[in-house]
């Protein structure tokens, strides 16, 4: 079985701060990692994602992620926040090459002028 | 653009009444769809694996009975929500992979459904 724990429910950061956005997985076969965003009133947006291959993953509009099996994390950052990136964010797992994912329970990011 | 819609996105209705949600892939063909289910401050849980021309696969804790899927084409999947209550007001959302793709999922923009 797979889990997804995000740690904080509301995150909230001035703009130009970093974003730091924490994920832990419980997985029993190696996972892949998924980080979707999603703005209000609409759907999901994939971010970026973790397939095995390089542990650092560079994803869109300035956010990345790393894959550390050792501490079961996949923590989504961004160097500089902007106005643009308040959503809500999912961290979620699969098994490899499987289609079904399992979604933590969200992170609202506000971004403070 | 979206390339997976879901229609209505959001929706009123009666209890005991029956709503029909629509998830349709635009600019592809999708032989599997997903149902998600979001409560309110909570994650999205899978509900249903929706297979073209098969009946669907679903997870445990959902009654089949209550949440018809029927997956008639390979563009379009249908949720509905028989006999509504109350406690199925929720958020849901679907997901679809291309056929042909490079297995990106892709997510509908989501319905909110609230009954009263």
């Known amino acids: 079985a797979q889990s997804v724990t995000q740690l904080g429910s509301h995150v909230s950061v001035s703009e130009g701060a970093l974003v730091l956005l924490r994920c832990n997985y419980s997985s029993s076969v190696p996972p892949y990692l998924f980080w979707y965003v999603q703005y209000p009133n609409q759907g999901l947006q994939l971010l970026l994602k973790y397939t095995s291959a390089a542990t650092l993953v560079k994803g869109i509009n300035g956010f990345e992620a790393e894959f550390k099996k050792s501490e079961t994390s996949f923590h989504l950052t961004k160097p500089s926040a902007h106005m643009s990136d308040a959503a809500e964010y999912f961290c979620a797992v699969s098994e490899p090459g499987a289609q079904k994912l399992v979604f933590g329970q969200g992170t609202r990011l506000t971004i403070n002028p | ?116």
């Open chain 2, 1 to 116: 653009g979206a390339v997976v819609s879901q229609h209505p996105s959001r929706v009123i209705c009666k209890s005991g009444t029956s709503v029909k949600i629509e998830c349709r892939s635009l600019d592809f063909q999708a032989t599997t769809m997903f149902w998600y289910r979001q409560f309110p401050k909570q994650s999205l849980m899978l509900m249903a694996t929706s297979n073209e021309g098969s009946k669907a696969t679903y997870e445990q804790g959902v009654e089949k009975d209550k949440f018809l899927i029927n997956h008639a084409s390979l563009t379009l999947s249908t949720l509905t929500v028989a006999s509504a209550h109350p406690e199925d007001s929720s958020f849901y959302i679907c997901s679809a992979i291309n056929d042909r793709g490079a297995n990106t999922i892709y997510f509908g923009e989501g319905s909110w459904l609230t009954v009263v």
